[in-house]
């Protein structure tokens, strides 16, 4: 173990406190941007959004530019989008079609594959000594595909992506295959910056339903179904559930390992509950059949909840959500927000949901805005000296964590539970002080134990 | 006769261009009705023009520094690139295409 910055003395899993320097501290932050973010499986991007060869999409590894390719023979790989003669960006797109990368500063040109294939004046300047064998772009370590989803990780010695899901891909399928087809990416790519630690984020999305009833309040009863709700009559909240449901506490919270997490809540009927339109709401109905039979009733069902793939891939059942929190600095993050829909979706279902998500987790979303201002606000606090001093409370159903028999995975809890937010910190302080995967696997271990005897 | 067989006239479709192994290298071209051959190589740079972005107007870019060429005259049409592809007579016979070489171009290659 090699605690460079003694990052265990400021999460106490056990006792349920944070000490609020992880949220604020630049040592902490450069640190996280190598043993976090250098080690862990990133979402890079949905196969969907680059079918062909020469497609490509750009996205970021914590803070570091990256390049996702479709290559000529169908497989995708990922580079730096880092020039190796002076370091620009060789590419300046968001995504599309190209037969090259070309740096703009002095025209060093890059094949689909990474390597250098042409230099300017190479003969006169470089009197043709220049190996260009040994100049390629920097290839992304690892590249691996789940279910449609891209991932990446710089650490050769991490496990492979489906270990390192865990019990997390349960509940990833049934986001991504209630539907035979899969899921595709609708509409584009919603980006935005938010005055933030990208923990506080991540660590809602895993863990806290606890804010639901009391932060979005005001949402929540705007947008009960009532006939007022829409000048046609047709109410957002249309054939969906009435009543809040996490007062029946049939959902639960829980921890996948490596520092996954996610809460949800049942609904009686299988209808959506997320405040998705009516005509979403009754697709998710009609599909109901097919949902149950490629995932059980209890997943079918799951249409509500909140989830977190460790670090900052997050998403939300139901309004169909799936967002990275790239972060930019101690306190700040972007946002990068895809709306993802079964590929199988009527077209205006798919316009409907794409209108549903924007209402609601957009920008300007009612349900985003009423989370992002809590986060930029505790951000603020943290300004103050005391403030960055005083513990965090973390304690809630401690020691109530239970392996349900009902097939449901994970160390669960009760729905308002920091069950998620213990494990998730506990996971993030061994990979700050671990040195190696060897050291995060043994240290994970010993974590666990001590989460589950409380 | 310095006839090469390039490929069927269906099997290459408009907008798309095909390199044909020679000396030196030719990319050939579908545009509308017509078809062109240039030399392969961009004037400018270590490049393929087969792998170039084809207009309508009979221009292609280079697809690594974004010159383009007239496919017609093969002209340079902007910098980086200043001189000429070097251009070839295509032949279209029983529904076959072939570039024509030329014999000068074989004796260039042999130099």
């Keep these: 173990m090699d605690d460079l910055l003694h990052v265990r003395s400021l999460v106490n899993s056990r006792e349920g406190t944070v000490k609020p320097a992880i949220y604020t501290d630049p040592d902490i932050y450069r640190l996280e941007l190598e043993r976090i973010f250098a080690r862990s499986w990133l979402f890079l991007a949905h196969e969907s959004m680059i079918p062909k060869a020469g497609d490509f999409f750009t996205t970021y590894m914590g803070e570091d530019a990256i390049l996702v390719v479709r290559q000529k023979d169908g497989s995708v790989d990922a580079y730096l989008n880092q020039c190796r003669h002076r370091g620009m960006r060789v590419c300046h797109a968001d995504g599309g079609n190209t037969r090259a990368f070309t740096c703009p500063y002095h025209g060093w040109s890059y094949g689909l594959d990474g390597a250098l294939n042409s230099v300017p004046l190479e003969k006169e300047a470089y009197r043709d000594q220049l190996d260009k064998s040994k100049w390629g772009l920097t290839r992304v370590t690892r590249v691996a595909t789940y279910k449609g989803l891209i991932f990446g990780n710089w650490d050769a010695t991490a496990p492979d992506l489906e270990d390192y899901m865990g019990d997390m891909k349960w509940y990833l399928d049934g986001f991504l295959d209630r539907r035979a087809g899969g899921t595709e990416v609708l509409g584009g790519v919603h980006k935005w910056t938010i005055d933030c630690n990208w923990k506080f984020a991540a660590e809602q999305f895993c863990s806290d339903q606890y804010h639901a009833p009391y932060t979005h309040a005001s949402a929540i009863q705007v947008l009960q179904p009532t006939t007022a709700n829409k000048a046609d009559g047709s109410p957002l909240g249309e054939g969906q559930t009435a009543k809040p449901v996490w007062a029946d506490a049939l959902g639960g919270v829980q921890f996948s390992g490596n520092g996954h997490g996610s809460a949800f809540f049942f609904t009686g009927k299988p209808d959506a509950n997320v405040w998705v339109g009516g005509q979403v709401s009754a697709y998710f109905r009609e599909h109901y059949p097919e949902a149950v039979e490629r995932l059980g009733e209890v997943r079918a069902k799951r249409l509500a909840g909140h989830n977190t793939m460790f670090p900052t891939l997050s998403w939300l059942n139901g309004t169909q959500t799936l967002r990275v929190w790239h972060p930019r600095g101690?306190?700040?993050?972007?946002?990068?927000?895809?709306?993802?829909?079964?590929?199988?979706m009527p077209d205006d279902v798919k316009d409907a949901l794409v209108k549903s998500h924007a209402r609601s987790f957009g920008p300007a979303g009612f349900l985003e805005q009423d989370d992002s201002e809590n986060w930029v606000e505790v951000q603020k606090v943290l300004k103050g000296h005391i403030a960055r001093k005083t513990d965090f409370c973390m304690q809630m159903g401690r020691g109530f964590e239970e392996r349900?028999?009902?097939?449901?995975?994970?160390?669960?809890?009760?729905?308002?539970?920091?069950?998620a937010a213990r494990g998730f910190y506990q996971h993030w302080a061994d990979m700050m002080s671990a040195e190696?995967?060897?050291?995060?696997?043994?240290?994970?271990?010993?974590?666990?134990?001590?989460?589950?005897?409380? | 006769m310095s006839e090469i067989h390039v490929c069927s006239v269906d099997a290459l479709p408009s907008g798309e261009g095909l390199r044909v192994e020679a000396e030196p290298a030719v990319a050939v071209f579908h545009v509308g009705d017509a078809f062109y051959a240039v030399a392969d190589m961009c004037t400018h740079a270590t490049a393929s023009m087969s792998e170039g972005y084809v207009d309508d107007d009979a221009t292609v870019e280079c697809p690594v520094h974004a010159a383009r060429f007239c496919l017609k005259s093969g002209r340079a049409l902007c910098l980086p690139a200043t001189e000429a592809l070097r251009t070839f007579p295509i032949v279209i016979r029983d529904g076959e295409v072939y570039v024509d070489m030329g014999a000068d171009a074989l004796s260039e290659a042999a130099e």
Excluded: H, M, Q
């Excluded at chain 1, 101690?330 to 199988?344: R, S, T, Y």
């Design chain 1, 436 to 454: 190696n995967w060897g050291e995060i696997e043994a240290l994970a271990k010993a974590s666990e134990k001590e989460l589950t005897n409380v």
């Design chain 1, 330 to 344: 101690p306190d700040k993050i972007e946002v990068w927000a895809f709306c993802l829909g079964d590929k199988e």
């Design chain 1, 404 to 419: 349900r028999t009902d097939g449901i995975p994970g160390l669960t809890n009760y729905t308002f539970a920091e069950t």
